[in-house]
């Protein structure tokens, strides 16, 4: 469908910046930070704000190893 060949295409994505960064296992990380936006988005619709953004993103540099 339309929309899981979307979010194949944005994985497909993430996982090639990842992997230009020189990320451990780019494919596997970038399906966790796919979750983490997807979770992100929902969160900050139900929420009303986008703390949940800033979240992710710091849970997103941990996955990958950039929380230094």
């Not at 994985?11 to 997807?38: G, H």
């Not at 949940?52 to 190893?65: I, P, Q």
């Amino acid at each position: 469908t339309g929309v899981s060949d979307d979010k194949r295409r944005f994985t497909a994505l993430v996982a090639d910046a990842l992997r230009k960064a020189r990320v451990r296992n780019p494919d596997s990380a970038a399906e966790a930070v796919v979750l983490l936006i997807d979770g992100a988005i929902v969160t900050a619709a139900r929420e009303g704000t986008p703390a949940a953004a800033d979240a992710a993103h710091a849970a997103a540099r941990k996955l990958v190893g950039r929380d230094r």
